[in-house]
């Protein structure tokens, strides 16, 4: 009886040791488990306001970073970010004044200072993957023309003229492109959901006659390098139809490059002044035998046709 009782009373006595410490598993368990239910309701019930999305897109224009712009889920193109980079003044002072929503979509009215005024707007957010996004509303359609050339620069960002820029809200200093051979420029104020149409009053800077000089003179020197009737493009012409039936072979020497001058608008150049001596050989226009003939131009004038676009000056010789 007595090794019976004792064999009984082992069991319960582990049972009682081994009872709280079940619980105490089960209970933690069970917290762990209610955490995890709050964090997952709270995030799943938790999410951003159109209001949040509003406030979240000017803090993004006031610190300048193109970053945060492209953050806050508005579409915006590459060229646009780049240049919202080398903006010249920042929208402050931003804050959401009233949001109505209805649905899925949300007019917030803002107000903000940009250019030293204060300006009020319509930004429009569309729900979008689980999360309010600014529209187009939030960026400024800029249509630039440029007196002289096809392109203009913000910063170091080439943009062709006359295409419609989706800027991001800021001020950015537009001018003539290619800097280096243009100048003039236009400060453009790009507000949200504004359409705008600017000029850039461009001329010619001194360095685009001496490129342009350089351009011609190497494209001259090849033409003189040629040993047959040069082609088009060069600017060339001799008339040896009346002496020769055929030309065989041509010998080019330039003693006087002819000195470039450029329109006002940069769209086309004259060059004069030119010495350029030319020796032809071949058949005699009877066909009765070999000849060779020395042309001689005291003032040889080539003209063409200049074109700027992008970070690029090009010349075409008639």
């Not at 159109?50 to 224009?61: K, M, Q």
């Not at 187009?136 to 620069?153: C, K, R």
């Not at 006087?256 to 608008?265: E, G, I, Q």
Request: proline share 3%.
């Amino acid at each position: 009886m007595t090794d019976q009782s004792t064999t009984d009373r082992r069991p319960c006595a582990q049972r009682r040791n081994t009872r709280p410490w079940v619980w105490f598993v089960v209970v933690i368990v069970l917290v762990l488990l209610v955490a995890a239910g709050i964090v997952i309701w709270q995030s799943q019930s938790r999410a951003d306001s159109a209001e949040d999305a509003a406030h979240a897109y000017l803090r993004a224009l006031e610190s300048g970073e193109s970053s945060a712009v492209q953050g806050t889920g508005v579409e915006v193109s590459d060229e646009a970010l780049q240049a919202f980079d080398g903006a010249d003044s920042l929208v402050s002072e931003a804050t959401v004044i009233s949001v109505d929503q209805t649905g899925s979509s949300a007019t917030a009215h803002v107000s903000f200072v940009l250019g030293e005024t204060e300006h009020e707007a319509d930004l429009a957010l569309v729900r979008s993957d689980g999360r309010w996004v600014p529209d187009g509303s939030g960026l400024a359609e800029v249509t630039v023309s440029t007196t002289v050339g096809s392109a203009v620069s913000i910063g170091d960002t080439v943009l062709e003229a006359s295409d419609a820029l989706s800027l991001i809200p800021a001020v950015y200093t537009v001018a003539a492109a290619p800097t280096a051979y243009l100048t003039g420029s236009i400060a453009v104020v790009a507000l949200p959901g504004a359409t705008d149409h600017v000029e850039v009053d461009a001329s010619l800077r001194p360095e685009a006659t001496e490129a342009a000089q350089e351009r011609l003179d190497e494209l001259l020197e090849a033409c003189a390098a040629e040993t047959a009737l040069p082609a088009d493009g060069c600017g060339i012409r001799i008339p040896w139809g009346t002496e020769f039936r055929t030309v065989d072979d041509a010998a080019f020497r330039i003693e006087t490059m002819p000195t470039l001058v450029l329109t006002d608008d940069g769209a086309s150049f004259t060059a004069t002044g030119g010495k350029l001596v030319a020796t032809l050989t071949g058949t005699a226009h009877d066909g009765s035998a070999p000849r060779t003939t020395t042309y001689r131009s005291e003032n040889w004038a080539v003209r063409g046709d200049v074109a700027f676009s992008g970070d690029e000056m090009t010349l075409t010789v008639w």
